[in-house]
């Protein structure tokens, strides 16, 4: 993989090519912290992996000649089937298709969606491998290349839009880079101004993505395939609370998908901004602040008490500063500064000397 930067001066990247260094070192040695453990009872946490599924956790039964179950126990049975078909035919069908096929069974999407989890769970294998897909809302743009298992060559370069996350991470191949460093934009509004501001030609080489909020499955495995492909670093840019758990998603995973824990998460992600002593040191006025939500608080508290904050003193502290001052900023708040302020200045400074924690 080539690192001949084709925007902003050679120098300018000598902070990122550092920390890519101390990636590849920690990858080499492994990571020194001590595991820790979550508070679910089929969890725990591991600062290398993420939140992951126990061997021995609780479990729950269902029986066919149960009357509290057995409609549960149809139900596990109709689509297991139907991945019997899929898998024997080599075809792939989405969660949406599945529910389609009997709609009035099934009830609601929210049934099927949670099936298939318990049976990849059950059976410890990941979703794709069921050959049942996820419909993509995600979107990635910048120096990035590649090609789809229908042999479909897939060009991200940035323009005026962005090119969907395919269903079919697994499938996808001959990825080409020559990025420094993968952005992972929480708000899809967020994105789209960056688009509209050049920032990938500006900053390049680099690729952004968006989940557009809580990321889905295939916006999860893209950036968990590009970090295992390239080892480049990963940032992403958020600021509230809903932000900071989205974060967190990328980061360590969630409890509804430990057990694909290492499929999905990226504990190399580090928190770019917006961070709240960045709204202190820009003298950002409070009338363009937002006072937090009870949500909000309620959010903040419950990450604090997460495991996986224990490793990171500096997101602690951020965090802490957050809930002390009850207010929060959009990333829009850069725009007192001036309207391209996130893209001209904002991120080209915090990269450049290494903003990030």
Wanted: some cysteine; glycine content about 6%.
């Amino acid at each position: 993989m080539a690192f001949a930067p084709m925007g902003p001066e050679a120098s300018f990247f000598e902070v990122l090519d550092r920390h890519r260094a101390s990636l590849l070192a920690t990858l080499r040695i492994g990571c020194g912290e001590t595991p820790g453990r979550g508070t679910h009872l089929a969890s725990r946490f591991e600062d290398s992996v993420g939140l992951q599924m126990v061997p021995h956790c609780t479990t729950r039964k269902i029986k066919s000649d149960s009357p509290k179950s057995v409609q549960k126990f149809a139900l596990i049975l109709k689509i297991l089937s139907m991945i019997y078909k899929l898998v024997q035919s080599n075809t792939y069908a989405t969660k949406r298709d599945i529910y389609y096929t009997d709609s009035q069974l099934f009830g609601n999407q929210t049934v099927v969606d949670n099936i298939i989890d318990d049976i990849s769970c059950m059976l410890k294998v990941p979703r794709r491998s069921l050959h049942i897909l996820s419909t993509s809302k995600g979107l990635i743009a910048g120096n990035l290349r590649f090609m789809e298992e229908d042999g479909t060559r897939v060009n991200c370069t940035c323009g005026a839009s962005a090119t969907a996350v395919p269903s079919n991470i697994q499938g996808i191949r001959n990825l080409i880079t020559d990025a420094k460093f993968l952005l992972i934009v929480e708000k899809d509004a967020t994105f789209q101004r960056l688009l509209d501001d050049n920032f990938c030609s500006k900053m390049s080489p680099c690729i952004m993505v968006t989940g557009k909020g809580i990321p889905d499955l295939n916006t999860r495995l893209l950036v968990k395939r590009l970090w295992d492909a390239f080892h480049i670093p990963v940032f992403t840019l958020d600021a509230d609370p809903h932000g900071i758990e989205i974060m967190c998603i990328y980061k360590y995973g969630s409890m509804s998908m430990s057990f694909e824990a290492h499929n999905l998460t990226v504990p190399a992600i580090r928190w770019l901004g917006l961070l709240p002593s960045d709204i202190k040191r820009l003298n950002i006025p409070k009338d363009s602040l937002i006072p937090l939500t009870k949500h909000d608080q309620m959010k903040l508290h419950s990450i604090l008490k997460r495991p996986y904050v224990n490793c990171q003193p500096f997101w602690r502290k951020e965090m802490e500063m957050m809930a002390d001052s009850k207010l929060k900023a959009e990333i829009q708040a850069l725009t007192f500064l001036s309207s391209d302020y996130l893209s001209r200045v904002y991120l080209p400074n915090k990269l450049k000397f290494g903003g990030w924690i």
